[in-house]
């Protein structure tokens, strides 16, 4: 059973930085015999519908929205089964409960169609909470 498991939320003042950890079992990050994969940072503010922020490919193809496009960037470390956001230059209007997901490549579709929702994610975390205070 795939399990993912956010860490690195918190309270931080407008401008700051932080980085979100996201710990993967139950697949081998590497492992192609398991297939491609996509993983992906999506955030729910209240009262506001879930976004796809940054999603990231096994060929480490990576899209970020317009929104955070510049601060935030998406990287894995194959080693230990993670996945990271770091977030910089963060703004009171990325609060939000952040959300870490993961499912197998659809083959000819990048990193884009996972987080604009076009494909469903299938594994997905609890989340860690975010927020930016001004």
């Known amino acids: 059973e795939v399990q993912l498991v956010e860490s690195g939320g918190g309270l931080v003042q407008a401008g700051g930085s932080l980085k979100l950890s996201c710990a993967v079992s139950?697949?081998?990050?590497?492992?192609?015999?398991?297939?491609?994969?996509?993983i992906g940072w999506f955030r729910q503010a209240p009262g506001k519908e879930r976004e796809g922020v940054s999603c990231?490919?096994?060929?480490?193809?990576?899209f970020h929205a317009n929104s955070v496009k510049g601060r935030f960037t998406i990287s894995m470390d194959n080693t230990k089964n993670t996945v990271y956001l770091q977030m910089n230059s963060l703004k009171p209007e990325d609060t939000a409960v952040y959300s870490c997901?993961?499912?197998?490549?659809?083959?000819?579709?990048?990193?884009?169609?996972?987080?604009?929702?076009?494909?469903?994610?299938?594994?997905w975390g609890k989340g860690t909470l975010v927020t930016v205070s001004s």
């Open positions: 997901a993961a499912r197998t490549k659809v083959v000819g579709f990048g990193p884009e169609y996972y987080c604009s929702g076009y494909y469903e994610m299938h594994y």
């Open positions: 990231l490919t096994a060929s480490d193809n990576t």
């Open positions: 139950g697949f081998t990050f590497g492992h192609y015999v398991l297939g491609d994969y996509v």
